[in-house]
């Protein structure tokens, strides 16, 4: 499960970048400004369009919507989310409005439509104004603001005694405060039970009657939320590399989270046996991990994005080769280990581990994951080994560790979205963060809404997978089309 984010430290960081899986996240330095937040008693439903600052590419427009810090009481503090969007590129054409819900949690809504609109298909950008946002939170909305020095202070999730386990907990404790002081009140509201809100006001601020959306990965949450609580406001929801918040206990969320990502590395495995042009074929690609592992774990091993700096074992799991899977590069993963085994060791030195961004804090208030004490930690860790042997130290863990102690909001449960329409629930067969059990079973959840199209191949997300996938999703949401239950498309090469 992915975990991405941009944030402002409060001074400067020990490291110059926080690691998350299949992302480097920039760290800014220097002094931050108060949060935007300000009082107001009356909501904000226009929203005044100018084009974006600081863009090479026109055409994005950007723009402010006004809400309350806490839905529970609207009347209250407010802060400003920052906001995009791209017109239809034919008016004529046009269908409506469609908001995109970012991933992560911690991605910019606003990066996206303005940087990265190329991920939306050429249909669905003219017949939609495409819009998203930077979650509460992120970016420009209000962005979690934590100290950088106490960010590098992160203790390693390789927790050994109690002691560890105790420790954890009071950095937890002493991250927690900081960044709440740094944020501001906002920063106990970052549930996506408040977003679904957020989304419901930027609905209506677009005039739209009924929403139509598309989120993918941890914007999946938000679109299964937005359905259950607005179920007869849903025009069009598209549930793309899908997160299943209906995973009750600890140990099974960290069971199908190992498993997924063994998955993807057997895949990767499979494929190299059978590639000719594999840059391992012919030679055992599991031993040959299991002594890049080794060689990290002892602090010998460099990190290819840094020359002279030792890549930890954590590090080699979470960037390096989730990266690839996640876009099913399974060419260039066997590139980069043979390029990491040829290099020369670095002498022998501790590694350090990279701190996790602060949109951990938006996790742990949809996740409740207790562990009880190191006894129990130990015997989790061991099952993620039995699990996912060749991939220790898996970002979910990390972020189990992370929200020991920490307050949830939005704790899981099981979907019920009685009386919306037809909701797309789309998934790779081998997604290497969000496994393909986890949409069938939020498939199942929303019962007769749950429409499962099924992309049979491999990588994090698939809505533009080739044809069959884009032509199914396009005329989903252009048309309201659904596709034959049990739609299965062929994998397209990558």
Not at 7 to 14: D, K, L, N, W
Not at 88 to 111: C, I, K, L, Y
Request: proline share 9%.
């Amino acid at each position: 499960m992915p975990l991405r984010g941009r944030f402002t430290p409060r001074c400067i960081a020990a490291r110059g970048t926080a690691m998350a899986v299949g992302a480097v996240m920039a760290v800014t330095t220097g002094l931050t400004v108060a949060p935007a937040v300000h009082a107001s008693p009356s909501a904000t439903r226009t929203l005044n369009w100018a084009p974006c600052d600081d863009t090479a590419d026109p055409g994005a427009e950007c723009a402010a919507l006004s809400v309350p810090v806490d839905w529970a009481h609207p009347d209250g503090p407010r802060l400003d989310l920052a906001v995009a969007r791209r017109k239809a590129t034919d008016p004529g054409a046009r269908v409506g409005s469609m908001v995109f819900g970012p991933g992560g949690p911690g991605d910019s809504g606003v990066e996206r439509v303005v940087s990265g609109i190329g991920r939306f298909s050429p249909e669905v950008r003219r017949r939609f104004d495409i819009v998203s946002f930077d979650p509460r939170g992120v970016g420009d909305s209000n962005p979690v603001t934590c100290s950088g020095d106490l960010l590098a202070e992160r203790p390693s999730p390789e927790l050994k005694s109690q002691a560890d386990f105790d420790a954890t907990m009071a950095y937890n404790r002493r991250l927690r405060a900081d960044c709440r002081a740094g944020t501001g009140p906002v920063f106990d509201h970052l549930d996506t039970a408040q977003t679904v809100r957020d989304v419901d006001a930027l609905r209506a601020a677009l005039g739209e009657r009924k929403l139509t959306f598309h989120g993918s990965s941890y914007g999946t949450l938000l679109g299964a939320q937005y359905a259950e609580t607005y179920p007869r406001r849903v025009r069009a929801i598209v549930l793309e590399s899908v997160m299943d918040h209906s995973v009750l206990t600890t140990r099974d969320f960290l069971r199908s989270e190992a498993a997924t990502a063994q998955d993807s590395f057997r895949e990767f495995v499979k494929w190299c046996d059978g590639a000719a042009d594999c840059a391992l074929h012919g030679r055992d690609v599991r031993a040959v991990w299991q002594d890049l592992l080794a060689r990290a774990g002892r602090g010998e091993l460099e990190d290819p994005a840094e020359p002279g700096t030792p890549l930890s074992s954590s590090d080699l799991v979470n960037t390096v080769a989730f990266r690839k899977f996640y876009k099913a590069d399974y060419a260039g993963l066997a590139t980069a280990i043979v390029e990491m085994e040829a290099g020369e060791p670095l002498p022998a030195s501790p590694t350090s581990t990279s701190p996790l961004p602060p949109a951990v804090p938006v996790f742990c208030s949809d996740w409740h994951l207790p562990v009880r004490d190191y006894r129990e930690y130990a015997s989790l860790v061991a099952m993620m080994n039995r699990t996912a042997p060749d991939l220790p130290y898996l970002l979910p863990l990390h972020i189990t560790a992370a929200c020991l102690g920490a307050p949830t909001a939005n704790p899981q449960h099981r979907l019920d979205a009685h009386g919306a329409p037809p909701i797309l629930v789309s998934n790779a067969l081998h997604d290497p963060a969000t496994g393909y059990p986890w949409a069938v079973s939020v498939a199942r959840q929303l019962g007769r809404s749950g429409v499962l199209l099924t992309y049979g191949g491999h990588g994090h997300g698939s809505v533009t997978s080739g044809p069959c996938m884009q032509d199914a999703v396009d005329s989903y949401l252009t048309d309201l089309a659904v596709p034959p239950r049990g739609t299965i498309c062929p994998a397209v090469p990558s």
